[in-house]
């Protein structure tokens, strides 16, 4: 019997210790590591062919997978999810990267590309959502919706600029979406350093520094005219605006309280509930030059 014990004990250490390597390689992946210096600037428009795959970052709950790196210029983003499911949340109920450059887990003092924007906040096609509840009660968003996205805190003068899909902006911020040949919905992002950074002097100044990447994904309310989705309905946003420096790097933060983050629609009647995801991660350096 003890040999029997044994036997068995000494079978199941090493196969623990390899789950808990595995383990530990997966949360590391999700926290404090990117995928690395970025040689080559990726292009930025909505296919994960230049990204290197699988993607470090995985959210299982949410079905998605993401991940981060940066070179001397810019921070990239990618995100990508083949559920249908997930992709119709993304869609109907909009997204927004948040950055933090101290590396703290929350938007309060960060600057924001809203992209898929919340249709429900968009009074025109709620108005039109409302007027014609059979159309709208059991419809898709398509990728042909997303047709806007908001930047947040990049300025103090402009805190909320919104623009056009596919139209430049002066902070030099690039977001594209769309599907690969295997379904997948791709998310792609860029965002320059000198934005998460604003009193940086060059570009040495951003190598080793950790900033906190979150992406924050909406729920979904109840479709106009569906059990539960009565008496109120909609999305609440209270909060305001609040600005703050960003430390050591300065600059403008920006604070948006958001009642759907908390509570959408009316309760029973909501889709999906919304999702935070934080990143921690050190921003990586150049490597040095072989002699």
């Known amino acids: 019997m003890r040999t029997t014990i044994f036997r068995l004990t000494v079978l199941l250490i090493p196969a623990a210790l390899a789950v808990s390597c595995r383990s530990s390689r997966s949360a590391a992946a999700q926290e404090g590591q990117g995928l690395g210096w970025q040689k080559q600037p990726l292009t930025i428009d909505g296919s994960d062919s230049d990204w290197v795959r699988p993607l470090p970052g995985i959210e299982s709950t949410e079905k998605l997978t993401y991940a981060m790196t940066n070179d001397a210029e810019n921070l990239y983003v990618m995100i990508s ?13 909009g997204m927004t990267v948040w950055v933090n450059n101290q590396a703290d887990k929350t938007n309060d003092e960060a600057i924001g590309l809203g ?147 908390a509570r959408i629609g009316g309760g029973k009647g909501a889709a999906y509930k919304p999702k935070k995801i934080w990143h921690v991660m050190t921003l990586e350096k150049a490597p040095a030059r072989p002699f």
Not at 81 to 93: C, F, H, V, Y
Not at 170 to 195: C, F, H, T
Not at 243 to 258: A, W
């Open 81 to 93: 999810t083949k559920d249908p499911a997930e992709q119709n949340k993304i869609l109907s109920g």
């Open 115 to 261: 992209f898929p924007l919340d249709p429900h906040n968009d009074r025109e096609k709620q108005l039109m959502a409302e007027a014609r509840p059979e159309v709208y009660k059991d419809r898709s968003a398509k990728l042909d919706d997303a047709d806007a996205y908001e930047l947040y805190g990049f300025s103090r003068e402009e805190p909320i600029a919104r623009y056009n899909y596919g139209v430049e902006n002066k902070q030099g911020v690039v977001v594209r979406m769309n599907y690969n040949a295997s379904g997948d919905l791709v998310y792609e992002a860029q965002i320059p350093l000198k934005a998460v950074f604003p009193k940086a002097n060059n570009s040495h100044y951003y190598a080793g520094r950790n900033i906190a990447v979150g992406i924050f994904i909406e729920g979904i309310p109840a479709p106009p005219g569906s059990r539960g989705g009565g008496g109120g309905g909609g999305v609440s946003i209270g909060g305001g605006l609040g600005f703050g420096s960003f430390g050591s790097g300065g600059g403008v933060g920006l604070s948006i309280g958001t009642g759907s983050l």
